[in-house]
């Protein structure tokens, strides 16, 4: 996916603040019910930060940061309910253009004044640094600087995951990626992103995480919460469980982390046409009713469908 170069379209969604289209990678940035509120409620609100941020100390780790919203949720957040908390946040980011643009195109105007400034530094010297915070993004493919992330010793408290969806960037959704992206995570640490798609949800558990369903804004299915300790993870539910029973669930892999996105597609796919598991498509005739059949496909309006 290197060198980006394709158009970074604004557009506006349902509770007025804006997203970007990224012709690279085919998709929006954010649902288009509402990116900030995708940040409030699928990242900071599903891993209780209000609650985490009464610590002393709290460490961070954004994967995907774009055009910064969910840090900037979460350090709203942090910064309203507990001033002294010492943040340390590090997050990863493959093209410059976009943290860039959402400053030089006032996209971030809705957050905290304060924060913004912390966002400008960020998308420009790549640091912010105050008494409470200590901040870092880190430019370049998140599965190099994850390896050097991890061999750092940083542990997170929260991780957001929020790559484009499997099907569009699939590089970012490998059991391997995901190993390097858990072994960051503290044994109490919580990890959240919006798919509940089969296949990255597997490549959660091969590496080592619990998962269960969790409130994702805008979307018609639930998001996914995974945790070394399955403490207070809500159950999958029945539909979920087969879910991962299907060929859906073959995870996609990347032995050396470097591999091209169609490489890894067509790994994926050769895996599924001689793999044991159900066909998905029976697990659809199960689940969805005929008139609704593979409701997401057509109608999900920021990313694909899950259920492929
Ligand atoms: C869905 S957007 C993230 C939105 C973001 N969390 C926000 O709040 O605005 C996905 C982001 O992943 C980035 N990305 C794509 N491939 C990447 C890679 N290999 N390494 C790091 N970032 C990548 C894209 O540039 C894009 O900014």
Redesign the pocket.
């Known amino acids: 996916?290197l060198p980006?170069s394709g158009a970074l379209v604004p557009e506006p969604t349902a509770d007025g603040s804006m997203t970007l289209f990224?012709t690279d990678?085919g998709?929006w940035?954010?649902s288009r019910e509402g990116?900030y509120a995708e940040?409030i409620t699928t990242y900071v609100e599903a891993t209780d930060l209000a609650t985490l941020a009464q610590a002393p100390t709290l460490a961070l780790l954004?994967v995907?940061?774009?055009?910064?919203?969910?840090?900037a949720a979460a350090l709203s957040t942090i910064t309203q309910v507990n001033p002294h908390c010492q943040v340390h946040l590090m997050a990863?980011?493959?093209?410059p253009r976009?943290p860039r643009q959402?400053v030089d195109a006032n996209l971030i105007n809705g957050w905290p004044t304060a924060i913004q400034t912390c966002l400008a530094e960020l998308a420009t010297a790549g640091q912010a640094h105050r008494p409470w915070l200590q901040a870092t993004l880190l430019w370049?493919?998140?599965?190099q600087?994850i390896q050097s992330l991890e061999q750092s010793g940083f542990q997170a408290d929260v991780i957001?995951f929020?790559?484009?969806s499997p099907p569009h960037?699939p590089?970012?959704w490998t059991v391997e990626f995901i190993q390097q992206v858990a072994r960051c995570l503290k044994p109490s640490g919580k990890l959240v992103t919006y798919s509940c798609a089969a296949a990255a949800r597997t490549a959660f558990q091969l590496a080592g995480l619990s998962i269960g369903p969790v409130k994702a804004a805008g979307r018609r299915w639930p998001g996914t919460l995974a945790q070394i300790n399955s403490e207070g993870l809500a159950p999958l539910s029945l539909q979920a469980q087969e879910h991962l029973l299907t060929r859906a669930a073959v995870p996609y892999r990347d032995l050396t982390l470097a591999d091209r996105a169609e490489t890894i597609r067509q790994r994926r796919q050769q895996e599924q046409m001689t793999s044991p598991l159900e066909p998905t498509s029976r697990w659809r005739q199960r689940w969805l009713p005929p008139q609704k059949k593979d409701p997401l496909a057509k109608t999900e309006p920021i990313r694909s469908s899950p259920l492929s």
Do not use: I, Q
């Open positions: 996916m980006l990224s990678f998709e940035f954010h990116a940040a954004d995907c940061y774009g055009l910064g919203y969910n840090t990863l980011e493959l093209d976009v959402a370049g493919d998140a599965r600087r957001f929020d790559p484009f960037c590089e970012l």
